[in-house]
């Protein structure tokens, strides 16, 4: 996978600055460029992005029997509830948290399920080399949106990974908490579930969220560490590894293939959350 990584044309995206905007627009540049990279219309892609207090919920999340009143929890935080169109269940996000999506093709040769996690992993210790040996990846039980790929240092989860599968372009995204404190983001979640709901039996099984299994890398390293470094980071490391990698924006062609995947979405997540 390093391999891979060291010896693949790049093009960064560093979004991480469009922190007003909501999470919806992201999710909707990841359809684009996975439509672009599938296509060959674009080279692989790297791309950042932060943003502004907001829950990003699930399918599974949107089908909780007292969702509504989840949701107004989370307003009432502060927070606002959007739906994605990948997997998992509910992921905070704030501008403590850096987002990295690995947008690539499977065209040429299928790349399993594991394979592009695995990719995000050593992506991951490559970028933190300094406690790259203690990251571990299996499922945080207690944690929120787990998955048997969580990223965690002693037991501690600080990020979790999905998928997002179209047009032949596969786009591995990671949430890193940065900065702040892990268990009170994951406080909020466990509030969210338990008033949505209210020890309802249903078909799903919604996670127990225990917040003292999540932490930020500042916790974890115990040092001040923030998003913003840590995404800087990227570009020093692309350039000290010796990563083949182009500082690119949209072009105009593209813009419009985005506008198209955003109005989508946007009638996506407003139809869901309407329902």
Known sequence: MEYFLQNCEWRLVDESNLQSRS??????????????????????????????????????????????????????????????????????????????SLVISEKEQPLSINS??????????ILLP??????????????????SYDLSIAGKKFAGISQRRMQGGVAVQIYLCVEGSGSER????????????????????????????????????????????LNLRIQQMLQQKGFNWTFTPLQPFENELYMHYLQRVLQRNQSMLSK
């Not at 592009?116 to 991951?124: D, N, S």
């Not at 300094?130 to 998955?147: N, T």
């Not at 209210?198 to 999540?214: C, D, G, W």
């Open 186 to 229: 994951a406080e909020l979640i466990k509030q969210f579930y338990e008033i949505s709901l209210k020890n309802e039996e249903t078909k799903f099984r919604y996670p127990r969220i225990e917040p003292s299994v999540m932490a930020s890398l500042q916790e974890l390293t115990g040092t001040d560490i923030t998003a913003v470094e």
């Open 23 to 100: 999470p919806l627009a992201s999710f909707a540049m990841d359809d684009t460029l996975c439509h672009l990279v599938g296509h060959h219309r674009s080279t692989p892609v790297i791309r950042t992005w932060i943003h502004k207090e907001s829950v990003v919920l699930g399918i599974q999340d949107h089908r909780l029997p007292f969702i509504e009143q989840g949701m107004k929890l989370l307003n009432e935080q502060g927070y606002t509830p959007i739906v994605r169109n990948s997997g998992g269940l509910a992921v905070v996000l704030d501008t403590g948290v850096l987002n990295i």
């Open 130 to 147: 300094e406690i790259a040996e203690h990251i571990d990846a299996y499922e945080i039980v207690g944690s929120y949106c787990p998955g």
């Open 116 to 125: 592009a996690f695995e990719l995000m992993v050593q992506f991951i210790k």
